[in-house]
């Protein structure tokens, strides 16, 4: 009889630990930041842990604690020490691993810093972080354990020149996608013009389809850190004095705009329960940059700004892929073909069904010509991320193909969808 009991309690606990939902047994409503160095070459990763933080008010899902997609490059694992069961997950991608399909890493070794957020533990834990394989598989490069209880842990508070706004609440920030937009490259006088830049992203993010039937889906922060200069850095070898050291010319492409200071960033946002990070960088020329589950970078004032923000957003939040084709990329594009990549808007046939099979008509043929009388309809044609060849796309054209407004292609929109979704259910 006391054995029956005894299963059955385990039974019980079982069941209680499993559930997405038991997020208040493991965790308290604040993050937990880990700091580390990332580096190697084309071959190899390592992370150097550099620092954990406390930080605040956690915006993340509490419902989703496990990440659902695995999109990305990198995926961050939390596990419970007792029982080793996972508790915690998110995919994300980082510079680093964009610089390790460059040339450059070739020859060259360089190292990053990096940093993630997870929700805090109550309980010792133990932390992973795996890369993506040219397989598709995830491999475990870094793991060690942390208990709340013993670590003498500093809190991260935000810099005392930082001003927040909420701009839109709607609610609970964990069944909330929490959206902070940060300045870069405003004086401490120009903090009007950032408040209005912020206001003109969030009309234009809520006018495009589908962002516009989920306004209330989504809770949005203005975060000012005034610079010293407007003076955007033109490399990263000569940094000007910008809050957030943000430069265009990321790996020797002009256009591309980055910062390798991810920690200065997520000190201005401390206590802030974010979701997805968006610089807005103050100056009229074109550029941009968008990171899956870790930055997305826009300028604030060129004729193309608006497309800027959502093609980089679409690359930040929903790890849609390129679908271009023909511009120069400063990346090694000789991608394998055997595998079929993890961004949902870009396949290589090998598993089609996964992705848009099901939303192409009968009518439409299978690979479908790149030609105009396709525009409009949902099909696989071929030539995207980077290649002409082997490489397929959903749609003759789309915002993540070119500089069009208001045109994600359904494929993309779905994804997007998901997403918001994931972080704010129905
Ligand atoms: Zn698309």
């Given at each position: 009889?006391?054995?029956?009991?005894?299963?059955?309690?385990?039974?019980?606990?079982?069941?209680?630990?499993?559930?997405?939902?038991?997020?208040?047994?493991?965790?308290?409503?604040?993050?937990?930041?880990?700091?580390?160095?990332?580096?190697?070459?084309?071959?190899?990763t390592?992370?150097?842990?550099?620092?954990?933080?406390?930080?605040?008010?956690?915006?993340?899902?509490?419902?989703?604690?496990?990440?659902?997609?695995?999109?990305?490059?990198?995926l961050?694992?939390?596990?419970?020490?007792?029982?080793?069961?996972?508790?915690?997950?998110?995919?994300?991608?980082?510079?680093?691993?964009?610089?390790?399909?460059?040339?450059?890493?070739?020859?060259?070794?360089?190292?990053?810093?990096?940093?993630?957020?997870?929700?805090?533990?109550?309980?010792?834990?133990?932390?992973?972080v795996s890369e993506r394989s040219y397989d598709?598989s995830f491999r475990r490069i870094?793991?060690?354990?942390?208990?709340?209880?013993?670590?003498?842990?500093?809190?991260?508070?935000?810099?005392?020149?930082?001003?927040?706004?909420?701009?839109?609440?709607?609610?609970?920030?964990?069944?909330?996608?929490?959206?902070?937009?940060?300045?870069?490259?405003?004086?401490?006088?120009?903090?009007?013009?950032?408040?209005?830049?912020?206001?003109?992203?969030?009309?234009?993010?809520?006018?495009?389809?589908?962002?516009?039937?989920?306004?209330?889906?989504?809770?949005?922060?203005?975060?000012?850190?005034?610079?010293?200069?407007?003076?955007?850095?033109?490399?990263?070898?000569?940094?000007?004095?910008?809050?957030?050291?943000?430069?265009?010319?990321?790996?020797?492409?002009?256009?591309?705009?980055?910062?390798?200071?991810?920690?200065?960033?997520?000190?201005?946002?401390?206590?802030?329960?974010?979701?997805?990070?968006?610089?807005?960088?103050?100056?009229?020329?074109?550029?941009?940059?968008?990171?899956?589950?870790?930055?997305?970078?826009?300028?604030?004032?060129?004729?193309?700004?608006?497309?800027?923000?959502?093609?980089?957003?679409?690359?930040?939040?929903?790890?849609?892929?390129?679908?271009?084709?023909?511009?120069?990329?400063?990346?090694?594009?000789?991608?394998?073909?055997?595998?079929?990549?993890?961004?949902?808007?870009?396949?290589?046939?090998?598993?089609?069904?996964?992705?848009?099979?099901?939303?192409?008509?009968?009518?439409?043929?299978?690979?479908?010509?790149?030609?105009?009388?396709?525009?409009?309809?949902?099909?696989?044609?071929?030539?995207?991320?980077?290649?002409?060849?082997?490489?397929?796309?959903?749609?003759?054209?789309?915002?993540?193909?070119?500089?069009?407004?208001?045109?994600?292609?359904?494929?993309?929109?779905?994804?997007?969808?998901?997403?918001?979704?994931?972080?704010?259910?129905?």
């Amino acid at each position: 009889m006391k054995y029956i009991h005894s299963i059955i309690f385990l039974l019980s606990i079982v069941s209680f630990l499993s559930a997405q939902s038991d997020f208040s047994y493991f965790f308290r409503e604040d993050k937990l930041r880990f700091d580390y160095w990332i580096g190697g070459n084309r071959e190899n990763t390592k992370i150097d842990s550099c620092g954990l933080y406390y930080d605040k008010n956690w915006g993340g899902s509490k419902i989703n604690a496990i990440d659902t997609f695995l999109y990305g490059e990198l995926l961050l694992e939390v596990f419970d020490s007792v029982s080793n069961m996972l508790i915690y997950s998110r995919g994300y991608s980082s510079l680093f691993k964009e610089w390790q399909i460059t040339n450059e890493a070739d020859s060259l070794m360089r190292k990053f810093k990096e940093s993630v957020v997870m929700p805090f533990p109550l309980n010792t834990v133990r932390i992973q972080v795996s890369e993506r394989s040219y397989d598709m598989s995830f491999r475990r490069i870094f793991s060690m354990f942390f208990n709340p209880g013993i670590y003498n842990i500093e809190e991260k508070v935000m810099p005392a020149d930082v001003r927040v706004r909420v701009v839109l609440a709607n609610g609970d920030v964990c069944s909330k996608v929490d959206l902070a937009f940060l300045s870069e490259g405003y004086l401490a006088d120009d903090s009007v013009k950032f408040f209005r830049d912020v206001q003109k992203t969030i009309m234009e993010l809520f006018q495009w389809d589908p962002y516009y039937n989920y306004e209330t889906s989504f809770n949005i922060y203005a975060v000012f850190i005034p610079s010293a200069s407007r003076l955007i850095s033109r490399g990263s070898n000569t940094l000007s004095e910008t809050a957030l050291h943000t430069h265009f010319n990321t790996f020797g492409s002009e256009r591309y705009l980055t910062t390798e200071d991810i920690w200065k960033v997520r000190d201005v946002v401390s206590g802030i329960p974010y979701d997805q990070l968006c610089i807005i960088v103050n100056t009229d020329k074109y550029g941009g940059g968008g990171i899956y589950n870790y930055l997305t970078l826009y300028t604030s004032d060129n004729e193309f700004s608006e497309f800027l923000f959502h093609h980089e957003f679409g690359h930040g939040f929903a790890s849609l892929a390129d679908e271009y084709y023909s511009s120069l990329v400063p990346y090694n594009t000789n991608f394998s073909l055997n595998y079929e990549p993890y961004q949902p808007n870009i396949t290589t046939c090998i598993d089609f069904q996964g992705k848009w099979k099901s939303m192409i008509s009968d009518t439409v043929p299978i690979p479908t010509p790149n030609l105009k009388i396709y525009a409009g309809v949902v099909g696989l044609f071929e030539g995207a991320r980077y290649t002409d060849k082997g490489v397929f796309r959903p749609y003759l054209d789309c915002t993540m193909k070119s500089k069009i407004n208001n045109a994600f292609c359904p494929v993309c929109k779905r994804a997007i969808e998901r997403m918001i979704r994931f972080y704010a259910p129905e």
